[in-house]
């Protein structure tokens, strides 16, 4: 008569290290495993092929820790058993990242090994959210919006994008990251990220409709969604025609009803040759916003008034 269990493979069912970790923390490894109804002889836990920590229930004394540089594990913290073999490591530094691997092994007259190995990177995460600069909270057609977006000092360095109400910002409106680097007391590379976005507001939907948009910097360390920072804004963009004070700086000099009615045509773009034929003013202000359509692409052709309208 065999035992079905003893038949059965040693199977580690969980290895769980933490991916990334601020330096501050305290990085816990748990590892669990299933051996039927074989005799554990021992877990070992190693950093880059380097043993650190072993539970051996059959061998006095049943835990023993062994020096590695960048391993420190917290006194009373280890935990391990005929199922599980966790351990908590403290005091991290620039030398605690690295590999580690679990491996458990049954006791004669097999003396199977199974293991596995997680990669943990140590490094110093940005507590605060990206600050974002630059902001005027109303813009106007063909105005240029250029905001900084600027992260503090982390390790790894982080990755910025911009997203334009919840879309990914395109490439023609993003100038290239830069990294500052420093290097902290504690061995740390760190670095600042920048990331700058210019937006020319030349849509002619600006003309006749106002809109808010929101403007989002997100600031990613390995694509890891625990450690992810943003910051919003919104900034409204104000339609021409509904703002008095752009048409007077266009104009050269204060609204007029007649200025107001030919404006009214440029933005309903009616074709200014006939529009400026019903308008009361004179042949400068005409040719004035003549120009200004002939720029906004709102006529084709560049028109020129000779003699009074």
Avoid at 119 to 137: E, R
């Amino acid at each position: 008569f065999t035992d079905i269990h003893l038949n059965q493979a040693l199977y580690l069912s969980n290895l769980s290290v933490p991916r990334i970790i601020d330096a501050t923390q305290k990085a816990k490894l748990f590892c669990s495993y299933e051996i039927g109804n074989r005799t554990l002889n021992s877990v070992k836990w190693y950093k880059d092929g380097q043993e650190f920590f072993r539970y051996s229930p059959l061998t006095p004394p049943t835990t023993n820790w062994f020096p590695v540089k960048g391993v420190t594990i917290a006194d009373g913290s280890s935990h391990c058993n005929q199922f599980i073999c966790n351990v908590e490591l403290e005091k991290l530094s620039v030398h605690s990242s690295g590999s580690y691997r679990c491996e458990v092994s049954g006791d004669a007259p097999e003396f199977k090994l199974i293991d596995k190995t997680a990669n943990m990177t140590v490094g110093v995460l940005p507590k605060f959210d990206p600050f974002i600069s630059g902001l005027q909270h109303t813009y106007r057609y063909g105005d240029l919006i250029m905001l900084n977006c600027s992260s503090e000092w982390s390790n790894p360095p982080a990755t910025l994008t911009w997203y334009i109400n919840n879309k990914t910002a395109p490439l023609t409106t993003i100038q290239p990251q830069i990294n500052e680097i420093t290097r902290s007391t504690d061995g740390f590379l760190l670095y600042a990220s920048n990331l700058q976005l210019r937006i020319h507001i030349d849509d002619p939907r600006f003309i006749a409709k106002s809109e808010v948009f929101e403007l989002k910097c997100v600031a990613d360390i390995m694509a890891i969604a625990s450690v992810r920072r943003e910051s919003k804004i919104t900034a409204t963009i104000l339609a021409l025609q509904d703002t008095a004070s752009h048409k007077q700086r266009l104009m050269g000099q204060s609204s007029t009803s007649g200025g107001d009615s030919l404006l009214r045509c440029l933005s309903e773009r009616t074709v200014f040759n006939l529009c400026a034929n019903h308008v009361d003013v004179g042949v400068f202000m005409a040719n004035r916003l003549l120009e200004l359509a002939a720029a906004f692409g709102l006529i084709q052709n560049k028109l020129t008034f000779k003699g009074n309208v």
